[in-house]
């Protein structure tokens, strides 16, 4: 899939109906396609200033859960902790 397909998915989540759970759901799917969490964040980031304030909060709660600047249980990837083997890895 290219980046604007990616773009397009991600916008059209955000927006639509259910747009936090949407777009969860769909930077997820991305993920276990094996995109690179580093660029779905940087098409993340383009979409921003295309979106209403709400919808920016969304979008960006998502980025927050997608590079771990949250509870470990909403975390969408693991990430490892000081102490554990990979520490430092990713």
């Given at each position: 899939m290219n980046t604007?397909?990616?773009?397009?998915?991600m916008f059209e989540a955000v927006e639509g109906l259910n747009g936090f759970s949407s777009l969860?759901?769909?930077?997820?799917?991305?993920i276990e396609e094996g995109v690179d969490p580093d660029i779905l964040i940087?098409?993340?980031?383009?979409?921003?200033?295309?979106?209403?304030?709400q919808h920016e909060e969304m979008m960006m709660e998502v980025m927050?859960?997608?590079?771990?600047?949250?509870?470990?249980?909403?975390?969408?990837?693991?990430?490892?902790?000081?102490?554990?083997?990979d520490f430092g890895i990713r």
């Open positions: 604007r397909d990616r773009k397009d998915r969860r759901d769909v930077i997820v799917s991305f940087r098409d993340m980031t383009d979409i921003l200033a295309l979106l209403t304030e927050d859960q997608l590079v771990g600047h949250c509870a470990v249980t909403q975390r969408i990837l693991p990430r490892p902790e000081p102490g554990d083997p």
